[in-house]
């Protein structure tokens, strides 16, 4: 059973930055796509950042040339790196896993952003 466990939440000022990390307990090799979702009080989780096996990298209109999405094949990590965050940044970050040839998909429990002055 893979476990996907995010980490780096918190509380940031408008404009500020955080890193968020996802660590599986399993490979992220090259047969997963990985990506970052988020979902605020009252609306549906929707997919902020990807990054196929291959390396390739999609990001949310709402996010673009803000956050950066990058993967650690060797250390099973893939991160988020948020900067000029803004109050609508404001989230429950999922990490996601997806088999590339199955569609098997995996979420962790998520990690708290909460983007105010």
């Known amino acids: 059973q893979v476990q996907l466990v995010e980490s780096g939440g918190g509380l940031v000022q408008p404009g500020g930055s955080l890193r968020l990390s996802c660590a599986a307990s399993?490979?992220?090799?090259?047969?997963?796509?990985m990506g970052w979702y988020r979902q605020a009080p009252g609306k549906q989780r929707e997919l902020v950042a990807q990054?196929?096996?291959?390396?390739?990298?999609s990001y949310a209109d709402s996010v673009k040339g803000r956050f950066t999405i990058s993967r650690d094949n060797a250390k099973n990590t893939v991160d988020l790196q948020m900067n000029s965050l803004k109050p609508e940044d404001t989230a429950i970050y999922y990490c996601n896993q997806v088999h590339k040839y199955s569609g098997m998909r995996y979420w962790g429990k998520g990690t708290l952003v909460t983007v105010s002055s």
């Open positions: 399993g490979s992220i090799s090259r047969l997963y796509h």
């Open positions: 990054i196929t096996s291959g390396g390739s990298t």
